[in-house]
Nanobody, 124 residues
Framework: QVQLLESGGGLVQAGGSLTLSCAAS????????MGWFRQAPGKEREFVAG????????YYADAVKGRFTISRSNVKNTAYLQMAMAKPEDTAVYYC?????????????????WGQGTQVTVSL
């Protein structure tokens, strides 16, 4: 059983930067791919970025490619999402998920554990 705790959300101006963290406890962190997803009001949860168990392979949604960077530390049992050049449309609750396997997937069904989410608001 893996417990995930996101932190680092808050208010940022458009064009600014923010780094989210996802701390894991329990289970074996480096057996799981990690993913970041987001959910805006009235919308479904959508894939943002994913990283393999080793950190070598990453995937990004087209909407964030070139602006966001996902990374992980298997020593600190933590995944990160660095957000740069933030846009108002990035406003959402951001969730991290631990994958059922070590390979990152874009489908929420492929994630076994979820954090409680952290709010990110991008203002004009």
């Amino acid at each position: 059983q893996v417990q995930l705790l996101e932190s680092g959300g808050g208010l940022v101006q458009a064009g600014g930067s923010l780094t989210l963290s996802c701390a894991a406890s329990g289970g074996t962190f480096n057996e799981h791919a990690m993913g970041w997803f987001r959910q805006a009001p009235g919308k479904e949860r959508e894939f943002v970025a994913g990283i393999s168990w080793s950190g070598v392979t990453t995937y990004y949604a087209d909407a964030v490619k070139g602006r966001f960077t996902i990374s992980r530390s298997n020593v600190k049992n933590t995944a990160y999402l660095q957000m740069a050049m933030a846009k108002p449309e990035d406003t959402a609750v951001y969730y991290c998920g631990a994958g059922k396997t070590g390979w990152p997937e874009q489908n929420t069904d492929e994630y076994a554990y979820w954090g409680q989410g952290t709010q990110v608001t991008v203002s004009l």
